[in-house]
Nanobody
Framework: QVQLVESGGGLVQAGGSLRLSCAASGRNFSPYAMGWFRQTPGKERELVAAIKWSAGTIYYADSVKGRFTISRDNAKNTVDLQMNSLKPEDTAVYFC????????????????????WGQGTQVTVSS
């Protein structure tokens, strides 16, 4: 069973930076994709960024382009999210996710294709 553990959340002032890390364990093969999603109370969980593991193709939500960077470390089985120029509207619980889907046309921007989820880490950006 794949387990994902996030770390690095916290409280930061607007304009500051945080780095989230997700460590994966319990699998024998590389995933097809990993992603970061976020959720606030009463709202749908939304994509922040995702990366196709082998090809390195990256997807970002429009709201974070130019501020957030997703990266992976194959050897360590980790995926990180560097968040710069944080805004109060980035406040949310951030979740790491992993997809084992590889069919033609799979959309790694959709939370529906992710099979495994971490427990989430809170990010709070104060104004």
């Amino acid at each position: 069973q794949v387990q994902l553990v996030e770390s690095g959340g916290g409280l930061v002032q607007a304009g500051g930076s945080l780095r989230l890390s997700c460590a994966a364990s319990g699998r024998n093969f590389s995933p097809y994709a990993m992603g970061w999603f976020r959720q606030t109370p009463g709202k749908e969980r939304e994509l922040v960024a995702a990366i196709k593991w082998s090809a390195g193709t990256i997807y970002y939500a429009d709201s974070v382009k130019g501020r957030f960077t997703i990266s992976r470390d194959n050897a360590k089985n980790t995926v990180d999210l560097q968040m710069n120029s944080l805004k109060p509207e980035d406040t949310a619980v951030y979740f790491c996710a992993e997809s084992s889907s590889s069919y033609y046309g799979v959309d790694y921007r959709s939370k529906a294709v992710y099979d495994y989820w971490g427990q989430g880490t809170q990010v709070t950006v104060s104004s």
